[in-house]
């Protein structure tokens, strides 16, 4: 038996030390919401052996924690919700009192973005803020491999490591992807197209390529990812885009936290959280970014949390606080 545990261990040794997860892992489960949110698109648990995102190399991939399954409600179109009533009148000043209130007690920076894709309407916190990315970044990175290759033309180890790397968080898949976009250039490159200032990729030899995960980023840079994901103006065509979404909608159990906090029952969500011990401090950054509905673009981003389930429960925070200025459930 001893021998067993020593094998497991020198397997998760290496990027414990980098300051990422290793390669499946995923923050501590928890109890689901009440009001936990259907995906936008897809399926809740995964159904085939490629589905469930088994590596290449055979490791098993995790299976989903037992969070229960909701059925997925078909998504509404183009940043729209028709069964959401007339939205409240936006205080800006209102949402930063109670989220102070509620960040008083609370270690680190944090940054969050919501946008109403309907209405236009707009809140930023600490806008100024420039914050890493974490596993986030797999967002772009799978939107830049689909600008330069349709999803139908790529082979199928790429189309897997596309899957695992978004649904199950893959971080090597994430490495194999990043170095096929073209590394810290592409990446970049693909930031511009989408309209993002303030996202450019890490140039040089990061700790077992990890460059992706400590990108830095502002929320709002973030939001209109989220929004070319929905947008007819978007650099992605529409069929690009719902893949995304199909994949983005479907991330396993136990993944599924952060921004869906903030949905109304029955309301479908999209989304990509990132959660990274930093080196130099010990503390957890923990990132989500997603949208709601197809109508409502979020990111939360946070850094300092002493443990991932304090991040997570920061984002959670954050989101609901402010979605509620934005709609009544």
Known sequence: MWWRVFAASALVLPTSLYGLPPIHQRPPARQPHTTRAAPLIGPTRPSTQEDRGTPPDGTQAPQPDGTRAIQATPPPKEGTDAQEPKPPPLNPKTITKRLNRYLAGRPGPVTATVKDLATGRVYRYHKGERLITASTAKALILMALLRKTPWRKLDKATRHDADIMIRYSDNHAADRLW???????????????????????????????????????????????????????????????????????????????????????????????????????????????????????????????????????????????????????
């Open 179 to 329: 170095t096929r976009i073209g590394g810290a250039a592409g990446f970049t490159k693909a930031a511009r197209k989408f309209g993002l200032r303030h996202t450019s990729g890490v140039a040089g030899d990061c700790l077992d390529l990890y460059c992706w995960g400590i990108t830095r980023t502002s929320a709002d840079d973030q939001v209109k990812l989220m929004n070319a994901l929905v947008s007819k103006k978007s650099p992605l065509p529409e069929k690009e885009r719902e893949r995304v979404l199909k994949l983005m909608g479907a991330v396993i159990d136990g993944q599924n936290w952060g921004v869906s906090a903030g949905a109304c029952k029955g309301q479908g969500t999209a989304l990509k959280n990132g959660w990274l011990k930093r080196v130099s401090t010990k503390r957890w950054a923990v990132v989500s970014v997603g949208l709601i509905g197809r109508r409502y673009a979020v990111a939360v981003l946070t850094e300092g949390s002493p443990q991932v389930g304090d991040g997570i429960a920061t984002v959670e925070g954050v989101v609901t606080r402010i979605l509620r200025s934005f709609r009544k459930c």
